[in-house]
Structures are given as structure tokens and as C-alpha cells.
């Protein structure tokens, strides 16, 4: 049985322009010790998605106008406000991208460790410390029983972010959210986050949820991939699949525009700019940009549909060619 | 952090001097003297009592000799005298006047953070709900109303219309016949107005600014760290939230020192409270120059002191600018 499977999300932000659709029909899956990664550019509905999940959207102007989040067989969306505290940061933990802004100034970060560990734990505070400690001496911070009793001011970036994994890892999750974990660091403290995150998935075991823009960050974290466009998963499927032979065109146009050594010097680009959430264009979101446009696009919604083995793109076009050229 | 008081302290020591000379040049610059109020509605009074007055009190000499005499004296804790008829120190005026001043400002400054910080802190966790907007109404219509004219419609209807409340002074006649419990409640009595009153006014600066510095950090992303650990609402606003709030206020505490101390000329003249606003605004009706320098220098000094403690208690209240 997967650990969560997310039917026809369907998220809203009610702006004064009309309602916003920041994620709209997203469906995908996650299994136990998986990694999916989920990418796509900027103000797409990757965080949304997650702090949907986590039901951390912010309500008014956000709200969750449809479909289910089903973690472990439980429809989340259905639980009791106590019911869902119990399960953040128990059973679905979550790392945000900016690890400058992400802990409390004047909290210790061994403070805000244990406090975790005490809520889902009921554990005494020395009990709690402890614990909060051992769990900076896994996410590799050097001398962690000073460091416990630091403030984040006292530490770097790349530290305050495995103080941010400590705490979601505290009470050893079975679904970690990261969303985009190493946007904000440099890159061989990047390097180094993403090897402790994947050697904790292999000795933890849970799921992870990697959210980012980084092609190259999710070829080596996951398994499996989510491209999503304008609120909407567009392409899905094994990482080596996906990236290999893309299906939909944003997918390709996504990959082309990586720069490569020995390509051309000039690199390709994806025509225009995302459309705006409130004046999303009929039928494909994706057909204002696209190179590979037909008529049918602008009266057709194209849905996700399967291509084989795990294999899920969302557009018309691709449809009629495979089955055509018979893949 | 000692080395950082030390140097603070000594940092003080420049300022007051130019404290001094600029009281003294102030007052030494304005029109009228304390020898002309004295004699020039006097008839019988010439020239040649002018000029004895002017020397018995040193008003003959050049006024940077009257500034190096006022100075050395004030530098071994001597005020000088009133130039009013009573001729008591002037230490013994500020003495009686600062406590008043004082106690009515403190208990005022207390409920205002009393009412004023939950009514912040419940118009940003409920922004814009209706709960939001009446307490923005009540506020504001306390900051828009003349406290002079609030003050005279509560005592009309509490004192006068009621006959709850005493109408003004800060003891009954027969205070000194009351029993110790008695005396205490007798003044209590005589403050509830005053302090209510300049406690309403002032309350919509406080809870104005609580609010939008509450509804500053509620948006910070360690907020959503907090929520995602699972923490319930009520943790997430008193535990992470309140405390980041509240830096700020500090701010406003360490301004509002110097008001604690000057006293407001208003209600104390409304309520015929015998407190430093009061006595400043009378020392200068009576071109008392040693009572109006005392009480600005003593009002300066004050306030710097109680900076210094705000910025102290900033150190305490907000880690990063501790020194390690």
C-alpha cells in the first residue's frame, strides 16, 4: 500500500483579481522509503502542494477546494484539527527553503528540537534534550552538546539547515517534505545536505518528498519524478524515464535548457513567461508556450494518462504522435 | 557586557554637561525675569530693591559666572534654592513631585501593556475579523478624543454625577484621620481616574503598534516551522510568536521614559495632582530658574538612565545582540 496518495488535488488562493487555482487536479503517489521529487519553475504549486499535505496553507486567502490526501489509508483532509497536530511533525515532517528565516530567533535550537520531541514523545524535558542533542550528532553538527544550546544567530546557513532536519527528523517521520532544502545554500554545502538527507532516508527508511527547481538535484536524490506547470503535473515517471525520453513538451523544453559541456554556446530556451494563476489560458495551461501546439490544445484539458510502465504525461499531442509512431 | 555598560556610562557624562548648558542658556535667553514678575506690580518697589534682589540672587553676575557657579554646585548634588517666596531646595520639590509623577504614569504605563498587548495580539491572530475591528474603534476613538475634555466628561459623571469617585487632589481632607488601609485606599481612589483616563489615551499607540509587529512575525517562516512541528495555535502565538513581537515594544517603553518622568501639565492641572508636570509649568510661570534647571537636568538624567535600562533589557530580551 503506498503512504500517500494524493487524488485531484485542488488548491485556491482568493485574490482580489478572482480566485487563483495554485494546484488544480494533481494526482501522485508516494511509497514507503521512496523519494519522489517534484519540479518545475517558480510559483508552479510545488509548495503548495506540500504545505496542502501538511494543511499549513494559509486559510483565508488559501483554501483546499478539493480532492484527498490519503496518508496511510487516513483521508487527512477529513481529520480533526488535534487529529492533524498529532500527525505534523510525528508521521510528516517538513524543511523549508530558507534556513536564514526558518528558526525561531530566540529559541536555542536544542530548545527547538526537544520541543518537538516532548509534544509527539511525552518525554520530560532532560529526556527531551537529550534526545535533541543525539539528533544534532545525526545530522552530523560538530560538538552537539554546546551546539544544542546555541541560538540560530551562532550558527551558518548549512548548519542552521541540519538543525531544520533534526527537527523534522526528531520524532522520525514516515514522510519527510523538503521543500527546495538547498535553494538557498551554496553549493558544496548543498552537496553536502542532499548526502545527509539521502544516507538518513537509508538508515531512517522514511519517504521523502523532494520539492525543487534542480533537474540535477532530483536525477541524483530520486526515484521517481513529478514535472508540474502552472498548478498541474504535467509529466511523470522514473527519473531515468522522464529524463531520458521526455513525453511533454514543457518536459523537453525543461531538459533542453540545461546548460550541457560541449553544446551550443547559446542556450535554449522556453518561449514566454508562466501565465498568471488568475487568467490561466482554456484548455492546455502549457499551450501559450508551446512549440508543439495543434489546434485541439485550446478546447481539450489534457489529463494525465499512461504511457507504461509508470509512465504519465498530460498532452494531447504527445497522445496522437506516440500512438502513432506505435511507443 | 560590563565593558559595554562602562563605556555607556561614561558616554552619559558629555551629554550631561550639554544638558546643563543648554538649560541654562535656554532659560537665560527668554524674555522676563524673576526679579521683574516680583517687583513690577509692586508700587513700592524701585530700582534699588530690583538691584538687592538681583544681587541676593546672583543675578549681577555675567552669566557664564552664574553658569560656573549653578554647575559646581550641581556637581556636589546641590541644587540651589526656589527663588519663590517658600525658598525651599529645590531637590526637596522634585523630591515630592517626581514619586507622584511617577506612580501615576507607572500604573497607567502598566494597563496600558495590561490591555493593550492581548488586544494586539488577538486583532493580528483574528486580523480584520469583527473582534479586530471593534477593538481598532475603541482604540482610536480613545486616541482621538482630547484628554482634557475626557477627563472633565469622567469626572462630571463619575464625581459629580455619581459621586463615586473624588473630583480631583490626591488626598481627602481627612486623609491623615484614616487608618493605614484607609490612607492607601483613600489615594487609590484619587488615582483610578487619572490613571484610566491617561491610560485610555495613550492605549492605541501601544496596541496599534503590538498588532502590526504581531501580525510582522506571524508571517515569518519560523511561525510555519513551529505550526509543522505539530505545535498547537495557542503554543505557536504565545511561544514563538509573542516573544519576537514584543522586541519592538521595548523601543517604545525606552521612549516612553521620558514622558514617565516629565509628567503630562495637562492632567495633572486637571486633576490638581501635585506632580512634576505641574511643578515644572508653575516654576516657569515664576521664572524660577534654579527649580526649571533642576527639573530638566534631573528629568534628562532620569531619562538617560532609563534609556541605558531599555537598551539593557533589549540585550536580555533578544539573543543576537548579546555578546558572546
Same mark, same amino acid.
Given at each position: 500500500?503506498?503512504?500517500?496518495?494524493?487524488?485531484?488535488?485542488?488548491?485556491?488562493?482568493?485574490?482580489?483579481?478572482?480566485?487563483?487555482?495554485?494546484?488544480?487536479?494533481?494526482?501522485?503517489?508516494?511509497?514507503?522509503?521512496?523519494?519522489?521529487?517534484?519540479?518545475?519553475?517558480?510559483?508552479?504549486?510545488?509548495?503548495?502542494?506540500?504545505?496542502?499535505?501538511?494543511?499549513?496553507?494559509?486559510?483565508?486567502?488559501?483554501?483546499?477546494?478539493?480532492?484527498?490526501?490519503?496518508?496511510?489509508?487516513?483521508?487527512?483532509?477529513?481529520?480533526?484539527?488535534?487529529?492533524?497536530?498529532?500527525?505534523?511533525?510525528?508521521?510528516?515532517?517538513?524543511?523549508?527553503?530558507?534556513?536564514?528565516?526558518?528558526?525561531?530567533?530566540?529559541?536555542?535550537?536544542?530548545?527547538?528540537?526537544?520541543?518537538?520531541?516532548? !509534544?509527539? *514523545?511525552?518525554? +520530560?524535558?532532560?529526556?527531551?534534550?537529550?534526545?535533541?542533542?543525539?539528533?544534532? #550528532? /545525526?545530522? @552530523?553538527? =560538530?560538538?552537539?552538546?554546546?551546539?544544542?544550546?546555541?541560538?540560530?544567530?551562532?550558527?551558518?546557513?548549512?548548519?542552521?539547515?541540519?538543525?531544520?532536519?533534526?527537527?523534522?527528523?526528531?520524532?522520525?517521520?514516515?514522510?519527510?517534505?523538503?521543500?527546495?532544502?538547498?535553494?538557498?545554500?551554496?553549493?558544496?554545502?548543498?552537496?553536502?545536505?542532499?548526502?545527509?538527507?539521502?544516507?538518513?532516508?537509508?538508515?531512517?527508511?522514511?519517504?521523502?518528498?523532494?520539492?525543487?527547481?534542480?533537474?540535477?538535484?532530483?536525477?541524483?536524490?530520486?526515484?521517481?519524478?513529478?514535472?508540474?506547470?502552472?498548478?498541474?503535473?504535467?509529466?511523470?515517471?522514473?527519473?531515468?524515464?522522464?529524463?531520458?525520453?521526455?513525453?511533454?513538451?514543457?518536459?523537453?523544453?525543461?531538459?533542453?535548457? !540545461?546548460? *550541457?559541456?560541449? +553544446?551550443?554556446?547559446?542556450?535554449?530556451?522556453?518561449?514566454?513567461?508562466?501565465? #498568471? /494563476?488568475? @487568467?490561466? =489560458?482554456?484548455?492546455?495551461?502549457?499551450?501559450?508556450?508551446?512549440?508543439?501546439?495543434?489546434?485541439?490544445?485550446?478546447?481539450?484539458?489534457?489529463?494525465?494518462?499512461?504511457?507504461?510502465?509508470?509512465?504519465?504525461?498530460?498532452?494531447?499531442?504527445?497522445?496522437?504522435?506516440?500512438?502513432?509512431?506505435?511507443? | 557586557?560590563?565593558?559595554?555598560?562602562?563605556?555607556?556610562?561614561?558616554?552619559?557624562?558629555?551629554?550631561?554637561?550639554?544638558?546643563?548648558?543648554?538649560?541654562?542658556?535656554?532659560?537665560?535667553?527668554?524674555?522676563?525675569?524673576?526679579?521683574?514678575?516680583?517687583?513690577?506690580?509692586?508700587?513700592?518697589?524701585?530700582?534699588?530693591?530690583?538691584?538687592?534682589?538681583?544681587?541676593?540672587?546672583?543675578?549681577?553676575?555675567?552669566?557664564?559666572?552664574?553658569?560656573?557657579?549653578?554647575?559646581?554646585?550641581?556637581?556636589?548634588?546641590?541644587?540651589?534654592?526656589?527663588?519663590?517666596?517658600?525658598?525651599?531646595?529645590?531637590?526637596?520639590?522634585?523630591?515630592?513631585?517626581?514619586?507622584?509623577?511617577?506612580?501615576?504614569?507607572?500604573?497607567?504605563?502598566?494597563?496600558?501593556?495590561?490591555?493593550?498587548?492581548?488586544?494586539?495580539?488577538?486583532?493580528?491572530?483574528?486580523?480584520?475579523?469583527?473582534?479586530?475591528?471593534?477593538?481598532?474603534?475603541?482604540?482610536?476613538?480613545?486616541?482621538?478624543?482630547?484628554?482634557?475634555?475626557?477627563?472633565?466628561?469622567?469626572?462630571?459623571?463619575?464625581?459629580?454625577?455619581?459621586?463615586?469617585?473624588?473630583?480631583?487632589?490626591?488626598?481627602?481632607?481627612?486623609?491623615?484621620?484614616?487608618?493605614?488601609?484607609?490612607?492607601?485606599?483613600?489615594?487609590?481612589?484619587?488615582?483610578?481616574?487619572?490613571?484610566?483616563?491617561?491610560?485610555?489615551?495613550?492605549?492605541?499607540?501601544?496596541?496599534?503598534?503590538?498588532?502590526?509587529?504581531?501580525?510582522?512575525?506571524?508571517?515569518?517562516?519560523?511561525?510555519?516551522?513551529?505550526?509543522?512541528?505539530?505545535?498547537?495555535?495557542?503554543?505557536?502565538?504565545?511561544?514563538?510568536?509573542?516573544?519576537?513581537?514584543?522586541?519592538?515594544?521595548?523601543?517604545?517603553?525606552?521612549?516612553?521614559?521620558?514622558?514617565?518622568?516629565?509628567?503630562?501639565?495637562?492632567?495633572?492641572?486637571?486633576?490638581?495632582?501635585?506632580?512634576?508636570?505641574?511643578?515644572?509649568?508653575?516654576?516657569?510661570?515664576?521664572?524660577?530658574?534654579?527649580?526649571?534647571?533642576?527639573?530638566?537636568?534631573?528629568?534628562?538624567?532620569?531619562?538617560?538612565?532609563?534609556?541605558?535600562?531599555?537598551?539593557?533589557?533589549?540585550?536580555?530580551?533578544?539573543?543576537?545582540?548579546?555578546?558572546?
Amino acid at each position: 500500500m503506498a503512504l500517500l496518495v494524493v487524488r485531484n488535488l485542488r488548491t485556491v488562493f482568493d485574490t482580489s483579481e478572482g480566485p487563483a487555482v495554485a494546484v488544480d487536479s494533481v494526482n501522485f503517489t508516494i511509497d514507503r522509503g521512496e523519494t519522489l521529487g517534484i519540479v518545475g519553475e517558480s510559483g508552479c504549486g510545488k509548495s503548495v502542494t506540500a504545505l496542502s499535505i501538511m494543511r499549513l496553507v494559509q486559510t483565508p486567502p488559501g483554501r483546499i477546494a478539493g480532492g484527498t490526501i490519503e496518508f496511510e489509508g487516513r483521508d487527512v483532509l477529513e481529520l480533526s484539527e488535534p487529529d492533524m497536530r498529532a500527525l505534523r511533525g510525528n508521521d510528516i515532517a517538513m524543511i523549508f527553503q530558507e534556513p536564514m528565516t526558518s528558526l525561531n530567533p530566540v529559541l536555542t535550537v536544542g530548545y527547538q528540537i526537544a520541543e518537538a520531541v516532548q !509534544l509527539h *514523545r511525552g518525554v +520530560g524535558n532532560n529526556e527531551a534534550w537529550d534526545a535533541a542533542v543525539e539528533m544534532l #550528532r /545525526l545530522v @552530523e553538527i =560538530p560538538e552537539p552538546g554546546e551546539r544544542a544550546g546555541n541560538f540560530p544567530h551562532q550558527l551558518s546557513g548549512g548548519m542552521r539547515q541540519r538543525v531544520m532536519i533534526a527537527i523534522a527528523l526528531s520524532c522520525d517521520p514516515k514522510l519527510l517534505i523538503a521543500d527546495e532544502p538547498t535553494t538557498a545554500l551554496d553549493v558544496t554545502i548543498e552537496a553536502q545536505i542532499l548526502d545527509l538527507l539521502g544516507s538518513l532516508r537509508d538508515r531512517l527508511g522514511m519517504a521523502i518528498m523532494l520539492i525543487t527547481h534542480d533537474l540535477g538535484v532530483v536525477a541524483q536524490q530520486a526515484e521517481r519524478v513529478a514535472v508540474m506547470y502552472a498548478g498541474r503535473i504535467v509529466e511523470e515517471g522514473k527519473v531515468a524515464d522522464v529524463f531520458g525520453d521526455p513525453i511533454h513538451p514543457y518536459t523537453k523544453g525543461l531538459l533542453g535548457s !540545461l546548460p *550541457r559541456i560541449g +553544446g551550443p554556446r547559446r542556450l535554449a530556451t522556453i518561449p514566454g513567461i508562466v501565465p #498568471r /494563476l488568475t @487568467e490561466l =489560458p482554456s484548455g492546455c495551461n502549457f499551450r501559450t508556450r508551446c512549440t508543439e501546439l495543434i489546434d485541439d490544445c485550446s478546447g481539450i484539458e489534457p489529463e494525465l494518462e499512461d504511457y507504461g510502465s509508470g509512465r504519465e504525461a498530460a498532452c494531447i499531442v504527445a497522445r496522437r504522435t506516440r500512438t502513432r509512431g506505435g511507443a | 557586557m560590563l565593558r559595554y555598560l562602562l563605556t555607556r556610562i561614561a558616554g552619559l557624562v558629555p551629554l550631561l554637561i550639554g544638558v546643563t548648558f543648554v538649560s541654562f542658556l535656554v532659560i537665560n535667553l527668554a524674555p522676563g525675569s524673576p526679579v521683574e514678575l516680583m517687583t513690577d506690580l509692586n508700587p513700592k518697589a524701585g530700582p534699588e530693591v530690583q538691584q538687592r534682589l538681583e544681587k541676593e540672587y546672583g543675578l549681577d553676575k555675567p552669566l557664564p559666572v552664574q553658569y560656573w557657579i549653578w554647575v559646581s554646585k550641581l556637581a556636589r548634588g546641590d541644587f540651589g534654592r526656589s527663588f519663590q517666596q517658600d525658598r525651599r531646595p529645590v531637590l526637596d520639590k522634585i523630591k515630592e513631585a517626581l514619586p507622584v509623577t511617577l506612580a501615576l504614569n507607572v500604573m497607567s504605563l502598566a494597563i496600558v501593556l495590561c490591555v493593550a498587548i492581548p488586544i494586539g495580539v488577538y486583532s493580528a491572530t483574528h486580523q480584520y475579523s469583527l473582534g479586530d475591528r471593534a477593538t481598532t474603534v475603541f482604540v482610536f476613538v480613545g486616541f482621538a478624543m482630547p484628554s482634557f475634555w475626557f477627563a472633565l466628561l469622567c469626572i462630571l459623571f463619575f464625581s459629580v454625577h455619581l459621586g463615586w469617585l473624588p473630583i480631583s487632589g490626591l488626598r481627602s481632607f481627612d486623609h491623615n484621620a484614616l487608618s493605614d488601609v484607609g490612607r492607601v485606599l483613600d489615594i487609590a481612589k484619587h488615582l483610578i481616574l487619572p490613571v484610566c483616563i491617561s491610560g485610555f489615551t495613550s492605549l492605541a499607540a501601544m496596541s496599534r503598534y503590538m498588532r502590526s509587529s504581531m501580525l510582522e512575525v506571524i508571517r515569518q517562516d519560523y511561525i510555519n516551522t513551529a505550526r509543522a512541528k505539530g505545535l498547537d495555535e495557542r503554543t505557536v502565538t504565545f511561544r514563538h510568536a509573542l516573544r519576537n513581537a514584543l522586541l519592538p515594544i521595548i523601543t517604545l517603553l525606552g521612549l516612553s521614559i521620558p514622558g514617565l518622568i516629565g509628567g503630562s501639565v495637562i492632567m495633572e492641572s486637571i486633576f490638581a495632582i501635585p506632580g512634576m508636570g505641574r511643578l515644572f509649568f508653575q516654576s516657569i510661570l515664576a521664572r524660577d530658574y534654579p527649580l526649571i534647571m533642576g527639573v530638566l537636568v534631573m528629568s534628562s538624567m532620569l531619562t538617560l538612565i532609563g534609556n541605558l535600562a531599555a537598551d539593557l533589557m533589549y540585550a536580555v530580551a533578544d539573543p543576537r545582540l548579546r555578546k558572546r
